[in-house]
């Protein structure tokens, strides 16, 4: 029963950008986007969150709509150390809750 | 100096035993979780723990029973294992009480019933 909507695979070249694409239409004012990834069944790793403005780290950067209906997970240059899958996330800020979905499947190839 | 770190991380036994996973967090935080990944690799949710009160998926059998000695630790009880409790566990920590917190993952136990 997730909310979110992401498609199952995507490829990638190595050194390019990859664009990682959510939907998640019925996402209420109080809730905020997250993104992990997980790597060959390591732990999921944490990426990055946000609630309606565009946010930058070191890993990545997220771009959400201003109607917050959709939103992109953006790996400047991805590796093949990117090779992951990634999971899309939308939870109330005061929810203990984080329900994963089925994820996007990113192949970087060289 | 792992954040979230889980033991063992691998674990075979066979069916009607009793086992146990332990799992510690140093990041200071006041929630922790179990998450099961099955073989067709999802991620649910089984328990959070905050503050002595337990949030239970009601999806969760019974002989899952997780045990809080301190808020460092949550380690999972499992009784009476069955083939279907074969899976990946992941212990998981947030701070609730700061605003939309994320959850830190350890890198999981696999557990295998035969």
């Known amino acids: 029963d997730a909310k979110t909507t992401q498609p199952p695979s995507m490829d990638c070249a190595e050194g390019r950008a990859a664009n990682l694409p959510c939907n998640h239409s019925?996402?209420?004012?109080?809730?905020?986007v997250y993104w992990y990834r997980q790597i060959h069944s390591q732990g999921p790793q944490y990426i990055i969150h946000?609630?309606?403005n565009n946010k930058t780290n070191e890993m990545a950067s997220l771009i959400i709509t201003e109607d917050r209906k959709s939103s992109t997970l953006i790996l400047p240059h991805a590796t093949l150390r990117d090779t992951a899958v990634y999971y899309c996330?939308?939870?109330?800020?005061?929810?203990?809750?984080?329900?994963f979905g089925a994820g996007t499947r990113l192949t970087v190839k060289p | 100096d792992t954040a979230v770190s889980q033991t063992p991380k691998y674990l075979v036994t066979q069916m009607g035993n009793d086992k146990s996973i332990k799992c510690e967090q140093n990041?200071?935080?006041?929630?922790m979780y179990w998450y099961k990944q099955d073989s067709k690799k999802f991620l649910k949710i089984m328990f959070s723990?905050?503050?002595?009160?337990?949030?239970i998926n009601e999806t969760v059998p019974n002989r899952f029973s997780p045990k809080s000695p301190d808020k460092a630790h949550l380690n999972l009880h499992i009784n009476s294992l069955e083939l279907g409790d074969s899976a990946v566990y992941f212990c998981?920590?947030?701070?609730?009480?700061?605003?939309?917190?994320?959850?830190?993952f350890g890198n999981g136990t696999r557990l295998t019933v035969t």
């Open positions: 998981a920590s947030s701070q609730v009480s700061v605003r939309s917190s994320p959850l830190h």
């Open positions: 019925t996402i209420s004012g109080n809730e905020y």
């Open positions: 946000g609630l309606k």
């Open positions: 996330i939308v939870r109330p800020y005061n929810n203990n809750d984080m329900r």
């Open positions: 990041l200071g935080h006041d929630t």
């Open positions: 723990y905050n503050n002595k009160e337990l949030i």
